[in-house]
């Protein structure tokens, strides 16, 4: 009963709402990667561990698209925010003393950090908002099969993923991250 | 620039082979991985992993004195 699965999930607003949030997560890791290729801006620990708190809620919101809504889905979405909001927070502590200037170029004014957090924050929110709408069917939906748009998200999140292990290669190898680093390390 | 010096930067960081980041990554891709084949519990059982791997790489990261007064 693949299709009648299909085409009752794809109906429920949450599912549309989760995929929404999961492609939103999806945009602001290319995002980064265009700073990190394009602009040259090469990522710090910290950056990398916001890109990770992406990463993790992305795959909370999966959990969400592909197994149908539940309590424990939005709890992992949670905790991975408030661990990625950490990150972010600490990062925006390090440059808020005036003078001490930033991280990477801002973008509409607020540097990527501070985007971050409020990104954390959002998402946090967001699910809030989603325990409202579900709160009817938090015990997840048995889906027996993937939609064509959950297939797609994660096969973009699996890619985004690679990318970013190919990333944090490419800039500490196999050691400690530099704090500040000034390059690849496989190109010095 | 060869592939045997890019070879030879990556064996000269495999030396003090201390992966602190990339056990979070590669634990989020694996239990990405594991959740688009249906493998639910897997997954949810690589993520608790995965987070513990990122507070782990938090704690390392994040323990230098900042120059503020809270």
């Known amino acids: 009963m693949a299709t009648s699965t299909h085409v009752s999930i794809s109906g429920y607003p949450s599912h549309v709402l989760n995929s929404l949030a999961l492609a939103g997560i999806c945009v602001s890791l290319l995002v980064a990667f265009y700073f990190q290729f394009v ?6 620990p910290l950056c990398m561990l916001q890109r990770i708190g992406l990463m993790i809620i992305g795959f909370g919101f999966f959990l969400n698209v592909r197994f149908g809504a539940s309590a424990l889905h939005y709890s992992i979405i949670i905790l991975s925010a408030m661990v990625g909001a ?4 600490r990062q925006v502590l390090l ?4 003078g001490t200037g930033g991280f990477g170029s801002p973008i509409f004014g607020l540097h990527m950090y501070t985007w971050g957090f409020i990104a954390f924050m ?36 699996l890619v985004l993923g690679l990318g970013n292990l190919a990333s944090n290669i490419m800039v500490c190898g196999f050691a400690v991250c530099s704090g500040d680093p000034q390059g690849y390390i496989l190109f010095r | 620039m060869n592939l045997g010096r890019q070879i030879a930067a990556v064996r000269r960081s495999q030396r003090d082979c201390q992966m602190i980041i990339m056990p ?20 949810i059982f690589v ?24």
């Open chain 1, 86 to 89: 950490g990150a972010s927070l």
């Open chain 1, 39 to 44: 602009m040259g801006e090469v990522p710090c």
């Open chain 2, 47 to 70: 993520w608790v992993l995965a987070i513990l791997a990122m507070l782990g790489a938090m704690a390392y990261h994040m323990d230098d004195a900042l120059k503020i007064d809270l």
């Open chain 2, 24 to 43: 979070s990554i590669l634990l989020t891709v694996f239990g990405t991985w594991m959740a688009m084949r249906g493998s639910r519990s897997v997954a």
């Open chain 1, 122 to 157: 959002a998402t946090i929110i967001f699910v809030a908002i989603m325990l409202v709408v579900d709160r009817n069917r938090l015990g997840g939906q048995a889906i027996h099969g993937s939609t064509w748009l959950a297939s797609l998200l994660s096969g973009v999140l």
């Open chain 1, 95 to 98: 440059h808020i003393v005036p």
